[in-house]
């Protein structure tokens, strides 16, 4: 089963540095690779989806890439602004569209 | 995107009641569909996967006969918590797969339901 694991649990920077947070996973075998933010006691937020052949996606301020043969992901924000506060969460579905979710990273940017 | 509205987003109700939580593909056909649970301060899990016209497929270590899983049309989904107790109370929250004419399937989060048992 696959297994999905988040690095740092939590962080908090200053407002306007850049950051890592990152996603490793146990079973290469992933449709795509998705992060999601999700807001105290709100629901998720798709940011970025990386198909299994690619190896990055860009939104805005926002990069991801992913390396299947070593099962890891990464997410980039770029100059940090209080309104990134939340938790990030990545996610590896299978074939068939099941997700496994990661713990989740709890972010905190400072003003 | 596609659309998946999750009703309602929050609820209340007393223990030994049953809450009924409906997901909805608001502008696609969706066979398939997803319930995932998240208590507090930890990760989404997924509860069970949902069929149009047959038996959803449940995890390990979730009692069908206390979530009752229903999926009678290719927009609709519902998740019923039969006799909810207070360690019931959670982030409940569907998905919907969508699998368009071109490109890659997907899936679509509702907006979750917060279930809180008193």
């Known amino acids: 089963k696959q297994e999905v694991t988040q690095i740092p649990a939590a962080l908090s920077v200053p407002e306007g540095e850049n950051l890592v947070l990152n996603c490793s996973f146990t079973?290469?075998?992933?449709?795509?690779l998705q992060w999601f933010r999700q807001d105290p006691g709100k629901g998720l937020t798709s940011l970025l989806l990386?198909?299994?052949?690619?190896r990055e996606q860009t939104s805005g301020r926002l990069n991801a890439s992913l390396d299947k043969s070593s099962g890891r992901s990464t997410l980039y924000i770029a100059a940090s602004q209080p309104g990134d506060s939340a938790t990030y969460l990545c996610?590896?579905?299978?074939?068939?569209?099941?997700?496994?979710f990661g713990t989740g990273t709890s972010l905190t940017v400072i003003p | 995107g596609a659309v998946v509205s999750q009703h309602p987003s929050r609820v209340i109700c007393k223990s030994g009641t049953s809450v009924k939580i409906e997901c909805r593909s608001l502008?696609?056909?969706?066979?398939?569909m997803f319930w995932y649970r998240q208590f507090p301060k930890q990760s989404l899990m997924l509860m069970a996967t949902?069929?149009?016209?047959?038996?959803?497929?449940?995890e390990q270590g979730v009692e069908k006969d206390k979530f009752l899983i229903n999926h009678a049309s290719l927009t609709l989904s519902t998740l019923t918590v039969t006799s909810a107790h207070p360690e019931d109370s959670s982030f409940y929250i569907c998905?919907?797969?969508?699998?368009?004419?071109?490109?890659?399937?997907?899936?679509?989060f509702g907006q979750g339901t917060r279930l809180t048992v008193v």
């Open positions: 949902s069929n149009e016209g047959s038996k959803a497929t449940y």
């Open positions: 996610a590896a579905p299978n074939t068939g569209n099941q997700f496994y």
């Open positions: 998905s919907a797969e969508h699998i368009p004419d071109r490109g890659f399937t997907e899936a679509f």
């Open positions: 990386i198909q299994s052949s690619q």
């Open positions: 079973d290469s075998a992933i449709y795509n």
């Open positions: 502008d696609f056909q969706a066979t398939t």
